[in-house]
């Protein structure tokens, strides 16, 4: 992002807020416990600034099976929120972390959430993957971040 300067987790992680900021207090029209939901055949309840409060548990909870349901303006709301789990839970058993990188690999899907990124917001992914495709930490999910 720098000229080819390395960049840290923490670095990419204040960008991706910096990046995201609009869609991040934006109230998603789809929320990962609505993905969940969705996923689990029931009816997708609207935000609940109580019950959909982005703590690592509610991301842990409802990641894996909510995150490949959501729509370009709810996933973009969630990525820097994902982004600075990702770094700070490497081992994750909740598996969220998977499911985001799944969501950042083609085949994109319709209507498309990739072709929605900004250019900056687009900056922040390839760091994100880049360093995850690299990372000791996050080795288990080297391979999928390389393929991103």
Do not use: C
């Amino acid at each position: 992002m720098q000229g080819g300067a390395v960049i840290t987790s923490e670095e990419i992680v204040q960008k991706a807020f910096e990046a995201f900021r609009a869609d991040a207090d934006a109230v998603p029209p789809l929320t990962l416990r609505g993905g969940n939901a969705v996923d689990g055949y029931d009816e997708a309840e609207p935000f609940d600034s109580t019950q959909d409060a982005p703590s690592d548990a509610y991301i842990e909870g409802f990641a894996f099976w909510g995150l490949g349901y959501l729509d370009g303006e709810s996933w973009r709301h969630y990525l820097p929120r994902l982004i600075s789990y990702a770094f700070r839970h490497p081992d994750d058993p909740a598996m969220a972390v998977e499911a985001l990188i799944r969501t950042l690999r083609p085949p994109d899907r319709y209507p498309p959430r990739l072709a929605t990124l900004t250019t900056e917001q687009e900056a922040v992914i390839v760091a994100f993957l880049e360093v995850v495709g690299r990372a000791d930490g996050l080795s288990h999910l080297r391979d999928d971040a390389q393929q991103a």
